[in-house]
């Protein structure tokens, strides 16, 4: 097996330098998360839409369910990978982006991966947590210099890792804001990671790990991100269609049965491009024809539907997809969806990857 690199973010360090993508509503939550971890990666719950299945939900009191939903999952996964490195991945573009953050730490959870949005508040809502690992979300070395400048100057803290995600390849809501920015080049990985290793390492001068994260399927994509200079890589899509995987089996049935022209860009009600599968709701939605739940908790700092209902509640779609309703869901997916041909197990995954 060759030699990977040690990822070493704050206080943790994995086994394996290989983290699993945080997936909402629930597509990756405590079994799919505590099953990473037990392998040797860092296993990731999304925070978003915890909620959502609990039992002490009612409809009415959705942020406070997802403080209890949080300890719940963070708890479960540590049930399943005591030993393990377990982070929560929590979006600025959430309402309640600073309670989701406060209950993963209080809930004792390893490492913060915080995008949709430049966590430039992130080391505040965790002070009192020194071993909580904060790790940024970017798109550009511009977007990380941002964060360090902040961060430095209001909290003295630097990011313990970088995650860098091009919007080419990666799955769900994309670190683009505009859609032409998508497809652009100078987000690519081969741009954009060993830019910002240099500027890590000659301009910041500080040992902070860059992960890669957008197209990552198998060996073969992890030793070429690790070539660019990259010491961790982030993986959502495979993760996904796992027997161990949270969603119900017919989300991932859709993910084995998807073809290159089922892959499409929307622009989601957060107001950023997002990558889907092509399904009868998003069929509808791209011809004009809108449909949508009602809103199920005003979930989000910007929406487009709650403003001026020109789109759908994202949050009721991608529980839909989560439930396996393939007529109303969204499912959200990365290009590589294409690759998922069987349901796999983590073990498998990882026993690919390291060349076993």
């Known amino acids: 097996m060759t ?82 490195v377990l982070a929560v991945n929590c979006m600025v573009a959430l309402t309640d982006y ?5 209950s993963a ?22 002070k ?3 071993d909580v690992a904060l790790i940024p979300i970017v798109s550009s070395v ?28 990666a799955g769900g809501h994309l670190g683009a804001t505009k859609m032409e920015h998508v497809t652009d080049a100078a987000f690519s990985l081969e741009a954009v990671v060993p830019e910002l290793v240099k500027y890590l390492a000659e301009t910041v001068k500080a040992d902070i790990p860059v992960i890669a994260a957008g ?8 030793l070429g991100a690790f070539e660019l200079g990259a010491r961790g890589v982030q993986m959502g899509t495979r993760f996904a269609c796992t027997v161990e ?47 949508s739940k009602p809103c199920m908790a005003a979930c989000l700092s910007h929406c487009s539907y709650l403003k001026d209902r020109s789109t759908f509640c994202i949050a009721g779609a991608l529980v839909d997809a989560y439930m396996g309703d393939w007529e109303t869901g969204l499912f959200f997916a990365g290009s590589n969806v294409t690759k998922c ?10 026993k690919d990857l390291l060349g076993e």
């Open 3 to 84: 030699s990977l690199p040690k990822l070493r973010i704050g206080k943790h360090s994995p086994k394996y330098p290989i983290v699993q993508g945080g997936m909402g509503v629930k597509i990756s939550s405590s079994r799919l998360a505590g099953a990473v971890a037990a392998c040797g990666g860092i296993g990731t719950i999304a925070s978003v839409g915890l909620a959502c299945d609990h039992p002490a939900f009612t409809g009415r009191n959705y942020f406070d369910v997802n403080e209890i939903a949080m300890a719940d999952a963070v708890k479960a996964a540590r049930e399943i990978a005591p030993d393990g």
């Open 98 to 102: 600073d309670r989701q953050v406060r």
């Open 105 to 126: 730490c209080e809930a004792g959870i390893d490492a913060i991966i915080s995008g949709a949005g430049l966590p430039m508040k992130l080391p505040e809502y965790t």
């Open 128 to 130: 009192g947590f020194p």
């Open 142 to 169: 511009k977007a990380a210099d941002l964060i360090i400048r902040k961060w430095g100057k209001l909290y003295d803290r630097l990011p313990d890792a970088i995650v860098v995600e091009t919007p080419l390849y």
């Open 215 to 222: 197209g990552i399927w198998d060996r073969a994509d992890m």
């Open 245 to 291: 995987g949270d969603a119900d089996d017919r989300y991932k049935q859709a993910f084995i049965d998807a073809t290159e022209d089922d892959v499409v860009l929307i622009m989601s009600p957060v107001g950023i491009p997002g990558r889907a599968l092509r399904n009868p709701f998003v069929e509808k939605y791209i011809a004009g024809d809108v449909e």
């Open 341 to 350: 041909t069987k349901l796999e197990t983590v073990p498998e995954i990882f």
